[in-house]
């Protein structure tokens, strides 16, 4: 991983062939003391888990994508909960064939490169569970 200061105060961090997406995500977090932030980014992911929530069963129904696929679109944020961050990013993916998948990532690891930007937002983020849901949402 490599990490560029931007002018504007965006971080902007490649991502190496081979790191874990999400474990990146907080490993930047962490170092640079990120308590809530926007995230964007592209480039190419394989061996996936992603998920969809199922309202109604309140849980995440998880599938696996094998394989490399172009990242087309990620978005999320980092926000912390119990003083830990967490990324919350959703993808879009892509194959070989021009199929498109999606969903929140779990798990990725990079395949060729991720370039993504992280905008650090003036306050913080925190996240507590709510049990209605059984997700840890958004507090403030």
Do not use: C, Q
């Amino acid at each position: 991983m490599k990490i560029w200061d931007l002018k504007d105060g965006r971080l902007l961090v490649r991502v190496d062939r081979g790191e874990e997406m999400m474990e990146t995500s907080r490993a930047v977090a962490r170092e640079r003391r990120i308590e809530g932030a926007r995230v964007t980014g592209i480039g190419a992911l394989r061996d996936m888990t992603l998920g969809y929530f199922d309202v109604d069963r309140k849980e995440y129904l998880r599938g696996e994508l094998s394989g490399s696929w172009e990242l087309l679109s990620l978005s999320g944020n980092l926000s912390l909960r119990e003083g830990e961050p967490i990324p919350h990013i959703h993808v879009m993916v892509g194959d070989a064939d021009l199929n498109v998948r999606g969903g929140h990532l779990f798990s990725g690891t990079v395949s060729v490169t991720g370039e993504i930007f992280i905008d650090p937002l003036p306050s913080s983020l925190h996240r507590e569970m709510d049990p209605e849901v059984n997700l840890p949402l958004l507090d403030r």
